[in-house]
């Protein structure tokens, strides 16, 4: 009769072993998931800070081309001078063709 008694005895203590083990597995099932969610939304952002960066530069480089275009259109309608002046780079002069260029000290 001790004998069964001491089973049922061990038996309770498994059960109560098997619980607290499911609870354990459950809390660090709880604590891998969260920790991989947050992983991912780490990866995820830094995804899309890539992608931003990204698409600056391409924009950046389409604005960049669209004006040299623009650019090299306006040289071959107006000239290499005209573009010149419209730069703000002064006009493009010899002195020849602007002799008070020597009032002004020369070039």
């Given at each position: 009769m001790g004998e069964e008694e001491?089973?049922?005895?061990?038996?309770?203590?498994?059960?109560?072993?098997?619980?607290?083990?499911?609870?354990?597995?459950?809390?660090n099932n709880n604590n891998n998931n969260n920790n991989n969610k947050?992983?991912?939304?780490?990866?995820?952002?830094?995804?899309?800070?890539?992608?931003?960066?990204?698409?600056?530069?391409?924009?950046?480089?389409?604005k960049?081309?669209?004006?040299?275009?623009?650019?090299?259109?306006?040289?071959?309608?107006e000239g290499i001078h005209a573009y010149k002046k419209q730069r703000g780079q002064g006009e493009w002069t010899s002195a020849p063709q602007y002799p008070e260029i020597e009032s002004w000290g020369g070039l």
């Open positions: 001491k089973e049922t005895k061990n038996n309770g203590n498994n059960d109560d072993n098997a619980d607290d083990n499911n609870n354990n597995n459950n809390n947050n992983k991912k939304k780490k990866k995820k952002k830094k995804k899309m800070k890539k992608e931003k960066k990204k698409k600056k530069k391409r924009k950046n480089k389409k960049k081309n669209n004006n040299n275009k623009r650019n090299e259109e306006k040289k071959k309608k």
